[in-house]
Structure formats: structure tokens, C-alpha cells
């Protein structure tokens, strides 16, 4: 949003220098995107205010889902993060929460276009 794309940099980033990583989240983000509502809290789990964290050792990337009538179902990654301690992943989670308000706050706009990427194999 606003040319930010908080999750493509870490993602980017993330495949640089660990490819192991970003296959796992790569592929994780795909088992998601298969179900409706994917339940595995293991590697995948509700934080609050609709906001999900794909969970790795170590890592951790934020998403949230949508609907969008011409497209389908979507899920929107915001941001990643190392697990770090918890003052970081509270920080990265309430980033998360934030970039999801602001984009179903934009998406209620009339001159809001949504497009839509995939990560880069």
C-alpha cells in the first residue's frame, strides 16, 4: 500500500539468504491459499483482529484474508519478522493489524485499485 510492500521486502530479503526458509513459507502460503480457512496452529495461527502468522523456526510472516466477488478468496501477507523477543513480535503483529485496517479502509474508496502479485518463484 502507498508503493510499500512490507512482505515482498522481507520475503525478497528472506530468499537471499536462507532459500530453505522461503521455500517453506512459499509453499506453506500455498497449502493456506488451498482452504477456505486453513486450521493448523502449528504453522499457521490466528493472533488477533484477523490477523495470521505463518510460523517457521525463527521466522515469522503476517497475513490476513479477503474476498474479493471477481476474484475469489485472497490471502494478503503484510510484513515478516524473525521471532525475535516478544516486544518485537508484538510490534510485528500490530504492524500487521494495521496494514490490514488501512487496506479494508482503502478498499472501501472508490478510486482504489487492487492488484494482485504473486511472490517470484
Excluded at 497449502?31 to 521466522?59: C, M, S, W
Aim: aromatic share 10%; hydrophobic share 35%.
Amino acid at each position: 500500500m502507498d508503493g510499500k510492500d512490507h512482505a515482498d521486502r522481507f520475503l525478497t530479503q528472506l530468499r537471499k539468504h536462507d532459500r530453505n526458509q522461503w521455500d517453506f513459507i512459499r509453499k506453506r502460503i500455498r497449502a493456506v491459499a488451498n482452504h477456505d480457512r486453513y486450521a493448523n496452529e502449528l504453522t499457521f495461527k490466528h493472533v488477533g483482529e484477523g490477523v495470521f502468522e505463518f510460523k517457521r523456526p525463527g521466522i515469522r510472516l503476517y497475513a490476513f484474508y479477503d474476498e474479493i466477488d471477481e476474484i475469489g478468496h485472497l490471502i494478503l501477507c503484510t510484513n515478516g519478522g524473525g521471532k525475535g523477543n516478544r516486544k518485537e513480535q508484538n510490534a510485528d503483529i500490530q504492524s500487521a493489524k494495521t496494514i490490514r485496517n488501512a487496506y479494508f479502509s482503502a478498499k472501501l474508496l472508490e478510486d482504489t485499485r487492487i492488484i494482485l502479485a504473486e511472490p517470484k518463484p
